[in-house]
């Protein structure tokens, strides 16, 4: 199956500081979502991306398809922006299973 | 935010017992899944849902089972609950396509002593 890996698996900033996660996949996808997990564990949908640059608030992502990676970008980042940010995609074959990444930890210090 | 609930939202059981967790969405969408997440693994999905009493299995689907008899309602049940089990549990929904993008309960968490 289309195998999901992120990149870094920590991260630790200081309140104000900009970041950049990656994301990397192994087929082509009809789906990639980014997803925020806060400390109370509910998944928070940030961008539905399969391709292309999408931006909301602070946020903003970017999908290479054919390159096979995306791109999470958080700028002036706030303690609120703390928890585990996970990639997942749909995979040609996969009738909807989303497959996730291991996520990436983030950490922002006041 | 999508309209989804989960319930219960928290359950501690014994090895043996069965188990129905219940996900309900008022999104009249087509698509329903559970998945589980797990220290470790991720989240995995364990059945999905293509419509009313149209159902399949997911990647983890051994021990588990579901029915969906209506388009808001997806029930997932554990026959015979053990502690390999143990997980926290998510309904997602998502439109017409399988591609559209998912949406996510709050999570049931499932404690087998």
């Known amino acids: 199956g289309i195998q999901v890996e992120q990149s870094p698996p920590d991260l630790i900033l200081q309140e104000g500081a900009n970041s950049t996660l990656r994301c990397n996949f192994s087929?082509?996808?009809?789906?990639l979502q980014w997803f925020h997990q806060n400390p109370w564990g509910q998944l928070i949908n940030l961008f539905y991306?399969?391709?292309g640059t999408k931006q909301n608030g602070r946020l903003s992502a970017t999908t290479v398809a054919t390159e096979r990676y995306s791109l999470l970008y958080i700028s002036s980042s706030q303690t609120t922006d703390s928890g585990v940010y996970f990639c997942?995609?749909?995979?040609?074959?996969?009738?909807?299973?989303?497959?996730f990444g291991q996520g990436t930890i983030l950490t922002v210090h006041p | 935010d999508a309209g989804i609930t989960q319930s219960p939202r928290h359950k501690v059981t014994e090895t043996g017992t069965p188990v129905t967790l219940r996900c309900h969405q008022t999104?009249?969408?087509?698509?329903m899944y559970w998945y589980r997440q797990d220290p470790g693994h991720g989240l995995r999905l364990i059945h999905y849902?293509?419509?009313?009493?149209?159902?399949d299995k997911g990647e983890v689907s051994d021990g588990y089972s579901v029915s969906r008899s209506k388009t808001e309602d997806f029930l997932l049940t554990l026959e015979s609950a053990t502690s390999s089990q143990t997980s926290v549990y998510f309904c997602?929904?998502?439109?017409?396509?399988?591609?559209?993008?998912?949406?996510f309960g709050p999570g049931t968490r499932l404690t087998v002593l």
């Open positions: 991306i399969p391709s």
């Open positions: 997942a995609v749909v995979g040609g074959t996969s009738y909807g299973k989303l497959t």
């Open positions: 849902s293509y419509g009313v009493k149209d159902t």
């Open positions: 999104e009249n969408h087509r698509y």
């Open positions: 997602a929904i998502s439109g017409q396509e399988f591609y559209n993008e998912q949406f």
């Open positions: 087929d082509s996808v009809n789906n």
